[in-house]
């Protein structure tokens, strides 16, 4: 490791290109990097041989063909930094990246158990992962998969699982607090970009988890550890232990059953039970579904982003035709149970994300340009807001005109539903408040986005004093 | 940073094989813990695996009638994703 050669094949940050992502910069491995628009990986000559070994083992085959890493085509183009490149590869792209705080609890789970299998379906092939991000999993077709290609490398027997501790902070200690203290504990992930920091999750957990021997083993136990040596160095001679393969495989097998008997049951929460009761009589309800599947076998898009969707009743019209749905809620309860469908029934189209559209998520990491905020994922080609004005306009004080504008830079095509004063669900927000909405009816609402959209359709609902839109963003 | 190299060093007498500078710093405290747990854990594991092995093998004996689910079936790692609760 001191062989100066070797030295310097490793790249080092001052090389990076500036068409290299803003994510992509820990590993020397290698870097993503986009091209005349499509999106690249360089494999630079340090990686090679792990990269061999991934491709020739049958791993690389193996994960592929389970759907748990993204395929990859070599590309046959200029590396980006030739003389540190052993190849470029070009990877599957995947629709829509979200992040571990928009996920519900299903989905960090599942994304837990997803790196886990991985790790074992490596170490029978003799690699390791040698990181274990939450970011590397992105949800596509409807389950979770790694698209760090690059996250590989040779296993060597005895020494420990280098990515333990960042296993600990982005899966388990956060499903640990959404499970035993509050289910928007999640949000500490936004805040925290490597993670929750263990001695924070061990201070929040409650005592009770100190019974469980591997909640008490990998977080409390681990974050006291974590404490003890933060200010000690460690000498290579005064460590006379090694890992076995079987300790290692012991420690994977620990991981995975501390992960699988993590659970959340959602209820309580103020939507959950919100189809049954609404203001939708069943025909008002058929109505309505009518109208959104009209309207989108008239507009035809190739996505749609469905604000406020609940349990996605309504995205699934979209998901259901085969076009890449993402049902966005406030309420976790909501986005677990929706996704907990898409499990059952097997859904590829149909993405739930739990988002607050008061406060989307922020671009964030290093130089705020890690981790794209959500306009910066934006636009959508089509998104619907069925029931979802009032929240915004009322309950949050959004003004129509500020609506109008933030709608037009996320989509192109907009489904709107517009809930009048007459409105019960309107009524109740407004019961112990102060009217101060004058122009809060339909004349202001058609002429509040008039100015950025053709209104082309307004329709009634049936049994409903809500009137539902179709609009086209003007250029 | 030391313990990055420490990593490093440890590595270099196993094998010529370029380690690839494992970037992620992996925690003094992280390692140490699983090195000092290494030997419960491992023994853990091959209880679990035995037992299953065990249990496979009664399930075999009384139901013989009945067609046998291959053992290949209950390997982890088999599952599909998405299934994975």
């Known amino acids: ?475 | 940073m030391q313990f990055v190299h420490f990593v490093q060093h440890s590595i270099g007498l196993f094998a010529p094989l370029k380690r690839n500078f494992a970037y992620l710093d992996p925690g003094t405290g992280s390692f140490l813990l699983q090195l000092l747990l290494a030997t419960l854990l491992g023994g853990l594991f091959l209880v679990r695996v035995f037992w299953n092995r065990i249990k496979d093998f009664f399930k075999r004996v009384f139901s013989k009638n009945k067609t046998v689910e291959s053992p290949a079936n209950e390997q982890p790692g088999n599952e599909q994703p998405g299934n994975e609760q």
């Open chain 1, 1 to 475: 490791m001191n062989n100066p050669a070797m030295n310097n094949l490793a790249m080092s940050n001052s090389q990076r290109p500036l068409s290299a992502l803003d994510s992509s910069f820990r590993d020397p491995s290698g870097f993503l990097f986009s091209r005349s628009g499509t999106l690249y990986r360089q494999v630079n000559q340090s990686y090679r041989t792990h990269f061999d070994t991934l491709m020739s083992s049958g791993l690389y085959q193996e994960l592929v063909k389970s759907g748990r890493l993204v395929a990859h085509q070599a590309a046959d183009i200029l590396a980006e930094i030739p003389e540190l490149a052993y190849q470029v590869i070009q990877p599957e792209l995947i629709p829509f990246i979200s992040y571990p705080y928009e996920w519900g609890f299903s989905q960090l789970k599942d994304a837990a158990l997803c790196t886990l299998t991985i790790q074992k379906m490596a170490l029978e092939k003799g690699m390791s992962l040698k990181d274990a991000s939450a970011y590397n999993i992105q949800f596509h077709l409807g389950h979770p998969t790694l698209i760090d290609t690059l996250s590989f490398e040779v296993y060597r027997e005895g020494e420990p699982w280098i990515a333990y501790r960042q296993f600990c902070q982005h899966f388990l200690a956060p499903l640990a607090l959404m499970a035993y203290v509050d289910i928007r504990l999640s949000q500490l992930l936004r805040t925290y970009i490597d993670g929750i920091p263990l001695d924070l999750a061990s201070r929040l957990l409650p005592s009770r988890t100190k019974y469980n021997l591997p909640l008490a083993t990998h977080i409390h136990l681990h974050a006291a550890t974590q404490q003890r040596y933060s200010d000690k160095t460690v000498k290579r001679a005064d460590v006379r232990r090694r890992m076995s393969r079987i300790a290692f495989l012991g420690l994977i097998d620990n991981l995975e059953s501390a992960v699988r008997h993590l659970s959340w049951k959602p209820s309580g929460t103020e939507w959950a039970g919100y189809y049954t009761d609404t203001n939708y009589t069943p025909p008002a309800l058929e109505h309505k579904k009518q109208i959104v599947s009209n309207f989108l076998d008239r507009i035809q898009p190739k996505n749609v982003w469905d604000l406020g969707a609940n349990t996605g009743l309504f995205s699934r019209l979209a998901s259901e035709r085969g076009i890449e749905t993402i049902a966005f809620d406030i309420d976790p309860a909501a986005v677990e149970l929706n996704y907990q469908q898409c499990q059952q029934a097997k859904e590829k189209h149909l993405l739930p994300l739990v988002m607050d559209f008061t406060n989307p998520s922020p671009s964030i990491g290093w130089n705020n340009r890690e981790r794209d905020s959500l306009m910066e994922r934006a636009p959508a080609q089509a998104a619907m807001a069925l029931a979802l004005v009032h929240h915004l306009a009322i309950s949050n004080n959004v003004p129509l005109p500020q609506l109008a504008a933030f709608f037009r830079e996320l989509t192109r095509w907009l489904i709107i539903e517009f809930v009048p004063k007459t409105d019960s669900q309107v009524q109740r927000l407004l019961a112990t408040r102060e009217d101060i909405f004058p122009d809060y009816h339909f004349a202001g609402f058609e002429k509040a986005f008039g100015e950025s959209f053709h209104i082309h359709e307004a329709i009634d609902v049936q049994e409903s004093q809500r009137r539902m839109y179709l609009m086209e963003g003007m250029d």
